[in-house]
């Protein structure tokens, strides 16, 4: 099946910086990837979706200047967390659909990202 | 609004058993919907889904049944075993768009 990484897996960060998440399609092209927060004990969020060459759409209530999306290559999407704060902190899971496959509607997850800010 | 509600937390189901989780929607609009299992920690892993042409799909030990009328869907499970113990998510979806997920229900699976 399509496998999606996420790097890095876990990362601890000061506050005020900014902390990089990759995500990456190993086996197959991605034109959308998604990313989500899951809070403990909650469910999975959307966060935004990212499309290959274009801006990402933010779902309501997600700051875009806080939370930047890049979607540089069909391989590879990068959320960049500004300025973290403690109530960041987080785990945050990546998806993609390997459309060119002829899998619009099955998402693959990352194995996530912990994020801890201090 | 929760388009998407698993109303049951958690369930505890005995090793051969079967177990049942069940998922509700409100969008009439959904046409795709698929079961995802999730350890702690990690990603969400795909199990099974279903299209809404159909009203049951089935994959060795998982069998997911869909009431449109209802709009209820459920994943069963069995023989249970204890490494199905996780939390699973069920989620639904528009022509391919993103994907709705419930609160999910933990299951455990005991000896």
């Known amino acids: 099946g399509a496998v999606v990484s996420q790097h890095p897996s876990r990362v601890i960060c000061k506050s005020g910086t900014s902390v990089k998440i990759e995500c990456r399609s190993l086996?197959?092209?991605?034109?959308?990837m998604f990313w989500y927060r899951q809070f403990p004990k909650q469910s999975l969020m959307l966060m935004a979706t990212s499309n290959e060459g274009s801006k990402a759409t933010y779902e309501q209530g997600v700051e875009k200047d806080k939370f930047l999306i890049n979607h540089a290559s069909l391989t590879l999407s990068t959320l960049t967390v500004t300025s973290a704060h403690p109530e960041d902190s987080s785990f945050y899971i990546c998806?993609?659909?390997?459309?060119?496959?002829?899998?619009?509607?099955?998402?693959?997850f990352g194995p996530g990202t912990r994020l801890t800010v201090l | 609004d929760q388009q998407v509600k698993q109303n049951s937390p958690s369930l505890s189901v005995q090793e051969g058993r079967i177990s049942i989780l069940n998922c509700d929607y409100t969008?009439?609009?959904?046409?795709?919907f698929l079961w995802y299992k999730k350890y702690p920690a990690e990603g969400p892993t795909f199990l099974i889904s279903?299209?809404?042409?159909?009203d049951k799909n089935e994959d060795g030990r998982f069998t997911v049944f869909l009431n449109k009328s209802a709009k209820h869907l459920s994943l069963h499970i069995v023989p249970s075993q204890p490494g199905d113990s996780a939390v699973y998510f069920c989620?639904?979806?528009?022509?391919?768009?993103?994907?709705?997920f419930g609160t999910g229900t933990r299951l455990q699976v005991f000896p």
């Open positions: 969008n009439s609009m959904f046409d795709y």
């Open positions: 086996d197959f092209q991605a034109t959308t």
């Open positions: 989620a639904a979806s528009t022509f391919g768009d993103k994907l709705i």
């Open positions: 279903i299209s809404s042409i159909k």
């Open positions: 998806s993609a659909s390997n459309v060119a496959g002829g899998d619009t509607d099955t998402q693959y």
